[in-house]
C-alpha cells in the first residue's frame, strides 16, 4: 500500500514586488504531485511558480493556474503530476511579468510525497 505525507508552504508576495521565494523541507521519499491554491490575485495576472534547488530549475516556470487543483477522480489524481526526489530543501518561487496595481497577493502550496 502507497504511504503519502504532504507539506504545504505558504509564498506571500507584495503588489510592488515582481518576485518572491521561500524554502521548503522536503522529507524524504518522491514528490508526486503538487497543487496550489492562491489568494490576491484579482487582476487575473501571470503569475508564475517553480521549484529550484540552488537556484537550479527543477520545476519550469509556469503560471499558477496550471498547477490549480482540478476535478479528478481521487486528491492524488486531481494535483499536477511531478518526479521530484525528497530528503532536501527546495525552493519555491513566485515571479509575476509586472508589478500589480491592486492586492498582495499569497500561494500556498502542497507538495505530496510517496514516503518510500
Given amino acids: 500500500m502507497e504511504r503519502y505525507e504532504y507539506v504545504t508552504a505558504?509564498?506571500?508576495m507584495p503588489k510592488t514586488e515582481l518576485s518572491s521565494e521561500v524554502d521548503?523541507?522536503?522529507p524524504d521519499g518522491i514528490v508526486t504531485n503538487i497543487g496550489l491554491v492562491q489568494a490576491g490575485?484579482?487582476?487575473g495576472r501571470i503569475i508564475n511558480f517553480s521549484v529550484?534547488?540552488?537556484n537550479n530549475t527543477?520545476?519550469?516556470p509556469a503560471d499558477i493556474r496550471f498547477s490549480e487543483r482540478t476535478g479528478g477522480s481521487c486528491f492524488k489524481d486531481s494535483l499536477r503530476p511531478v518526479d521530484l526526489d525528497g530528503g532536501r530543501i527546495l525552493q519555491a518561487r513566485l515571479t509575476a511579468l509586472q508589478?500589480?496595481?491592486g492586492d498582495d497577493i499569497t500561494v500556498q502550496v502542497?507538495?505530496?510525497i510517496?514516503?518510500?
Fill in 24 to 26: 521548503v523541507k522536503i
Fill in 58 to 60: 527543477l520545476i519550469q
Fill in 41 to 43: 490575485n484579482n487582476e
Fill in 52 to 54: 529550484l534547488e540552488n
Fill in 114 to 116: 510517496q514516503k518510500p
Fill in 110 to 112: 502542497l507538495f505530496m
Fill in 10 to 12: 505558504t509564498i506571500s
Fill in 99 to 101: 508589478p500589480s496595481n
